[in-house]
């Protein structure tokens, strides 16, 4: 069951640092059980992933992905779902992949079970995901933040790729999506020096699309967000992010073709039917999502 507004469980859930707990979920797309996440449908179309290893400060580690995958997964097969938020606590988005786990792996162990490979999960899910980030986003938590489609932070946000304090590399898209993001000279000298980067530069620099005063105010803004996009046609929502994802693979020629093959095709769709129609009789769409 999606909540509604004035139900809304989240408003005090996510900068809880409880303990470790079991959730169960009631909404079809989420069913299961998560150790490391909380998982939730605080408004309508809109799904929730809330990161819970408080005590490593979110780090990440392949459990943690086996869940996450699979909520992200279950939200983008829902039809109930048209948008999803992904946030960690206030203290950690995530402070990057789990150092203590990682620290003994040999060359063979990361390259022969391609290490980290379905960490990046993330980037083939179809619906949007909103990052709302706050407290440390550092290496693998900075990678999988800039993995969503839109960036939110609050002042508070940290952003960093310290991995080479710890002798490696930024290991999952953090020197490809960091440069284009803030440019190569920025990028260049965070990855050199692991120097980190506020929330308020995050958002001078284009890293995230808004900042926000507080925690709370990020979390919610994200939501608001999510909600909104989930309020109009499914189909449209999905196209129109294939193609800005377009942008960032094709050279722009390319990516304008690519862009007015896809508007056209729009015009097979009903919703395209409904929306015009709607706004020639001054009516609210009703939106079937074919
Ligand atoms: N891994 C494991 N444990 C961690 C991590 C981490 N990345 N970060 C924090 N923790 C643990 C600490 O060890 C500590 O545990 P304990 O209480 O048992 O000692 C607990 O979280 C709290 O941390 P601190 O006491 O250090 O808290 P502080 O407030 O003093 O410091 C910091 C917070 C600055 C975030 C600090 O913890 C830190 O520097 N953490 C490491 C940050 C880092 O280097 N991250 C990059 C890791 S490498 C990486 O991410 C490679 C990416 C691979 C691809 C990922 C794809 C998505």
């Known amino acids: 069951m999606l909540c509604s507004r004035a139900t809304r469980p989240f408003a005090s859930a996510f900068v809880r640092t409880a303990p470790l707990r079991v959730v169960r979920h009631s909404s079809a797309a989420s069913e299961g059980a998560y150790e490391h996440l909380k998982v939730t449908t605080p408004r309508p179309g809109v799904g929730l992933i809330t990161f819970n290893r408080p005590k490593a400060l979110n780090a990440l580690f392949t459990p943690l992905f086996h869940e996450l995958n699979a909520a992200l997964r279950a939200f983008d097969s829902s039809p109930e779902i048209g948008a999803m938020v992904l946030t960690g606590s206030e203290r950690a988005f995530a402070a990057g992949a789990d150092i203590k786990e990682m620290k003994d792996k040999t060359f063979a162990d990361a390259y022969g079970a391609d290490f980290i490979e379905m960490w990046s999960d993330l980037m083939h899910i179809k619906k949007p995901v909103i990052s ?159």
Not at 177 to 182: N, S
């Open 132 to 290: 709302a980030v706050n407290g440390y986003a550092l290496g693998g938590g900075c990678e999988l933040a800039m993995m969503a489609d839109i960036m939110y932070c609050s002042v508070g946000a940290t952003f960093g790729q310290p991995e080479i304090k710890l002798g490696v590399i930024p290991g999952a898209g953090g020197s490809q999506r960091l440069t284009r993001a803030i440019g190569k000279s920025k990028a260049m000298e965070m990855i050199l020096t692991g120097n980190n980067l506020s929330g308020k530069e995050a958002g001078e620099r284009g890293l995230v699309a808004k900042v926000f005063d507080s925690a709370q105010e990020c979390v919610d803004g994200a939501l608001d967000t999510a909600e909104k996009i989930a309020s109009y046609s499914k189909i449209a929502v999905k196209a129109a992010k294939e193609v800005v994802n377009k942008s960032q693979d094709l050279g722009v020629r390319e990516g304008i073709e690519f862009e007015r093959r896809v508007f056209h095709g729009l015009f097979g769709s009903k919703d395209q039917k409904i929306g015009m129609t709607a706004f020639a009789e001054k009516k609210k769409p009703q939106w079937t999502h074919e």
